[in-house]
């Protein structure tokens, strides 16, 4: 089956600092992929689409500044959550969609981070 | 704009009985619906995946059925067993997964 893999699994960081977090599909071309936020005993939140090759569309809220996307090839995307702060300590989950709208999204296990 | 919901928020039941998640989405206009299965501290496991045009789909003890019309789907769990303790998530795909709050259940021994 198809497996997504993400890097780190945890990370701990001081306040203001940025963290890079990679999802990669390990055996799968991924057109899309998606970016998801959850908080402790809340449910997954989107932040953000992206596409290869194409900038990121964000969701009303996350602010594109901060939360810098990046898919630059078709099976890696990457997360840095810039200047990062306390409130932005949360699990991130990415996911991978082969083509188009309605195909299965495979999730990696996601990055739990924590700022400082 | 999509909304999912999901009842109850937390279930406790004694090991081997027969249980139902219930998931229920305001947009009928989706392409499927997924069951994910989450444990503490980790990522997602894809349950079941039910295309809008399926009215079910069945894996093991897992039984997970589709209404559209009526913007509902449901989770069924035979013969619970300790092992299936976690939280279970429904998310309705259109463009974008949108995720219920989950369940948690837990199976006691």
């Known amino acids: 089956g198809a497996v997504v893999s993400q890097h780190p699994s945890w990370v701990i960081c001081k306040s203001g600092t940025s963290v890079k977090i990679e999802c990669r599909s390990l055996?799968?071309?991924?057109?899309?992929m998606f970016w998801y936020r959850q908080f402790p005993k809340q449910s997954l939140m989107l932040m953000a689409t992206s596409n290869e090759g194409s900038k990121a569309t964000y969701e009303q809220g996350v602010e594109k500044d901060k939360f810098l996307i990046n898919h630059a090839s078709l099976t890696l995307s990457t997360l840095t959550v810039t200047s990062a702060h306390p409130e932005d300590s949360s699990f991130y989950i990415c996911?991978?969609?082969?083509?188009?709208?309605?195909?299965?999204?495979?999730f990696g296990p996601g990055t739990r981070l924590l700022v400082l | 704009k999509q909304e999912v919901t999901q009842i109850p928020a937390a279930l406790s039941v004694p090991e081997g009985e027969n249980l139902v998640l219930n998931c229920s989405f305001t947009d009928s206009a989706i392409y499927n619906l997924q069951w994910f299965r989450q444990d503490p501290g980790k990522g997602l496991t894809s349950l079941l995946l039910?295309?809008?045009?399926?009215r079910e789909q069945t894996s093991g003890r897992l039984n997970a059925s589709l209404d559209k019309s009526s913007g509902r789907s449901t989770l069924y769990i035979a013969a619970s067993q300790p092992g299936d303790s976690a939280t279970y998530l429904c998310?309705?795909?259109?463009?974008?997964?949108?995720f219920g709050k989950g369940t948690k259940l837990t199976v006691n021994p």
């Open positions: 039910i295309q809008s045009s399926q």
């Open positions: 996911s991978a969609r082969a083509r188009a709208s309605g195909e299965t999204q495979y």
């Open positions: 998310a309705a795909s259109t463009e974008k997964l949108v």
């Open positions: 055996d799968f071309q991924a057109t899309t």
